[in-house]
């Protein structure tokens, strides 16, 4: 079946640090990939997405490339700060018949300190 | 801009009792799904609705049921209420044909 495989957590980064959270995942065919970021207490909130190989998705200083060669898509940034302290998930889904239900990786906790 | 309502969004249940989850989606939204994510866990996918019909169903109990209605809401049933059902549930919204799903700010089940 379908899964994604995050790195463990907590990261814990100094603020201005450079971020890198890896996932990878194992799919038939073409999924679309997305990283989700969940802030304590609340919902999840959709970061970036990337539907075909070698897509880059970017938002609010975030990047992730679709990597269909090493079945992966990692996210980075180049300078973190306290505001992104939360739970990142990366996540996969087919845009099929079967209706694009999502696929989390396990979650990985982020911590920037001042 | 108009987000997912979830409610309540918080509801504290006994053993054996029920609980009914209500979704709002985002107006125009025709996709709606429910998932589950117990304490420090990744969601889970329960089950889902395309235009009122149920389009996909996951890991959902057979105590659990789901409808969604001729105004696009959702319900979450949930019967014969378990501590293992302590959890967050959340609902998401999606207008196809866009990739993108909408999260709710869940609902936090408490089963006691």
């Known amino acids: 079946g379908n899964s994604v495989t995050q790195m463990e957590g907590p990261v814990t980064l100094s603020e201005e640090a450079f971020l890198t959270i890896n996932c990878t995942y194992t799919?038939?065919?073409?999924?679309?990939l997305f990283w989700y970021v969940q802030y304590p207490g609340e919902g999840l909130q959709l970061l970036l997405k990337a539907t075909k190989a070698d897509d880059k998705g970017s938002n609010k200083g975030f990047e992730a490339t679709y990597r269909k060669e090493t079945t992966s898509f990692h996210l980075e940034k180049g300078s973190v700060q306290v505001s992104d302290s939360a739970v990142y998930f990366c996540?996969?889904?087919?845009?099929?018949?079967?209706?694009?239900?999502?696929?989390f990786g396990t979650g990985t906790q982020l911590k920037v300190e001042l | 801009a108009a987000g997912v309502i979830q409610s309540p969004r918080h509801l504290i249940k006994e053993k054996r009792e029920t609980a009914t989850l209500k979704c709002y989606p985002i107006?125009?939204?025709?996709?709606v799904y429910w998932y589950q994510q117990g304490p420090g866990q990744d969601p889970q996918f329960l089950i889902s609705f395309y235009e009122k019909m149920q389009s996909d169903k996951g890991s959902i109990p057979d105590r659990f049921s789901a409808q969604q209605f001729s105004d696009y809401h959702s319900e979450l049933n949930m019967s014969s209420l378990e501590l293992g059902d302590s959890a967050l549930y959340f609902c998401?919204?999606?207008?196809?044909?866009?990739?993108?799903?909408?999260f709710g700010p869940g609902t936090r089940l408490t089963v006691t």
């Open positions: 998401a919204s999606r207008a196809s044909p866009a990739y993108e799903q909408y």
């Open positions: 107006p125009r939204h025709d996709t």
């Open positions: 799919a038939t065919g073409y999924p679309s």
């Open positions: 996540a996969l889904s087919y845009l099929t018949g079967g209706g694009n239900k999502l696929t």
